[in-house]
């Protein structure tokens, strides 16, 4: 049977509030972070291995963390998105602090990984139906590993009621499914929240939108084989060439290349449905409700208390 990689875009960790890795909260009874449930769930649902997109600058005190934590636990390898690793012909603007995102982070990982994998966000806590359904996708689908027209991807499809935060409101990739269950398109939408018993968000122009709470919504959780990563590099490329002079906030954002990939017909998009709820750190106020779901989740016997003894 094929492998199965876990990839963890962990680059931007501890950035969100500042003061960086070491100041990542605990949110379990023994002292877990959020990226340790969803290796633990991902080594469960049959994943053989655990690669850690980071930066260079962080790497002895992610490993001190948590690599050598999870390095007894599952192989664990390395990929550095770092703002100067561009292709030949482009530099950096010296103004440029902003990473390149998620596209960027991603293209990391080439001459690393030659089987299917799993993108998560290394704040994000999915659930453990994601994995399994992801993990066995891929797996299932290995006949159209090498395709590339229409390149084979896959999603974990959230339920949008269950990814909100109270305490304010969320920016998300509202999704349109064909009846055959595969993407039509994705909606980035803002400021989602309810008002006045009704789901509200807002359009890219800043114009209200009533939202149904059961629509499907991406949270940055794809199923990818590698030869997607080849798609990444050429257009990491013409994303550099295309932008525009000034402009040191571009970001090559993965919903945003699958989605052209999509409109293009390049693309197949399966969305695989989850039910579980997905939390994370939108607000410094978030962090006492992940902490209390996670011990909700322990209580009922989801997860052990000492995760990984």
């Not at 453990?128 to 996708?137: N, Q, S």
């Not at 939202?211 to 919504?217: A, I, P, Q, T």
């Not at 954002?253 to 579980?276: N, Q, Y």
Request: with cysteine.
């Amino acid at each position: 049977m094929a492998k199965t990689t876990l990839v963890i875009m962990a680059a931007g960790i501890g950035s969100r509030f500042g003061g960086g890795i070491k100041q990542l909260t605990p949110v379990g009874p023994g002292g877990e972070i959020i990226m340790d449930y969803s290796i633990y769930d991902a080594r469960e649902a049959g994943f053989d291995e655990v690669i850690f997109i980071i930066r260079k600058d962080l790497e002895k005190d992610f490993k001190e963390i948590i690599g050598d934590r999870i390095e007894k636990i599952l192989p664990v390898k390395y990929a550095f998105q770092e703002l100067d690793d561009l292709p030949e012909g482009f530099e950096k603007p010296v103004e440029r602090t902003k990473p390149w995102g998620t596209g960027q982070a991603v293209l990391a990982i080439k001459g690393l990984v030659d089987n299917p994998f799993v993108v998560i966000n290394a704040d994000d806590y999915y659930g453990k139906e994601a994995f399994v359904k992801l993990h066995d996708y891929l797996l299932a689908h290995m006949d159209a590993a090498g395709q590339k027209d229409p390149y084979e991807i896959s999603m974990a499809g959230f339920i949008l009621k269950n990814t909100l935060s109270e305490n304010g409101g969320v920016t998300r990739g509202v999704c349109q499914t064909e009846a055959d269950g595969r993407l039509k398109n994705v909606k980035e939408t803002g400021e989602i929240q309810y008002r006045d018993g009704k789901l509200m968000g807002v359009d890219d122009d800043k114009n209200p939108v009533e939202l149904n709470e059961d629509s499907y919504v991406s949270m940055n959780m794809w199923g990818l084989y590698p030869c997607f990563l080849e798609e990444l590099e050429t257009g990491f490329q013409e994303f550099l060439s295309n932008i525009k002079e000034g402009d040191i906030k571009a970001e090559y954002l993965l919903p945003r290349i699958i989605d052209k990939m999509l409109k293009e017909g390049r693309a197949k998009v399966s969305v695989l449905e989850t039910r579980d709820k997905w939390f994370g750190v939108t607000y410094q106020e978030d962090k006492q409700s992940v902490m209390d779901s996670i011990h909700d989740l322990v209580k009922k016997g989801v997860y052990k208390e000492k995760l990984f003894s």
